[in-house]
């Protein structure tokens, strides 16, 4: 629902909706939590949903933050920083994974099978196991969002307040890229979810 929903909000903001937009998010971030919560409560976590939950997550922030941008309530910087770190993550993934299919074509099926299969010829993906520092990132930016659109509603927090908020996110884009490097090297980040 939140892949579908993240241009919804980004369309009612850059149309003067922000009060819908905000609702639309906040709903969103509840939803989140909410799945996150049910799949770990009765053990329903699975490979696939460990690559869609961040995907989703991204598509609603990069959306959003596109749309303040737009109006510039954002700024442009952090906008560009945190979707040249998540096209590297993503690069990154889709050069792993490249590797394990001994970088040949295996077709669309398989380069995405998260399950074993019997006939395969090749390891089904990995699970994606976060990192701390990504979603304390993820949380900065979300928080960030809502408040460049509560400024924009209620001019709460001021603008100043906001673009010091912009250099933390900053900094934890920066230092989660960094952790993911790091982890990634020594293999804790792919595991087997199978």
Not at 58 to 71: I, R
Not at 131 to 143: C, E, G
Not at 155 to 177: C, I, Q, R, W
């Amino acid at each position: 629902a939140r892949l579908a929903a993240s241009p919804v909000i980004a369309m009612m903001l850059v149309h003067g909706q922000t009060q819908w937009a905000l609702a639309g998010a906040a709903a969103a971030g509840a939803s989140d939590w909410l799945d996150g919560w049910i799949a770990k409560r009765w053990k329903q976590q699975s490979v696939l949903g460990s690559y869609l939950d961040p995907i989703a997550d991204k598509a609603l922030v990069g959306c959003v933050a596109a749309a303040l941008c737009y109006k510039g309530t954002l700024s442009p910087w952090i906008f560009q920083a945190t979707i040249a770190r998540d096209a590297l993550l993503v690069t990154a993934a889709f050069a792993h994974r490249g590797r394990t299919v001994g970088y040949r074509w295996p077709g669309w099926r398989e380069f995405f099978r998260t399950k074993p299969g019997s006939t395969a010829s090749t390891a089904p993906a990995p699970y994606v196991k976060p990192i701390m520092s990504s979603k304390i990132n993820t949380a900065l930016q979300i928080l960030l969002i809502m408040g460049c659109m509560t400024h924009e509603m209620w001019e709460v927090p001021e603008m100043a307040d906001l673009h010091k908020f912009e250099y933390a996110v900053g900094v934890t884009t920066l230092l989660s890229l960094a952790n993911y490097a790091r982890a990634y090297r020594k293999g804790k980040i792919l595991v087997k979810g199978w």
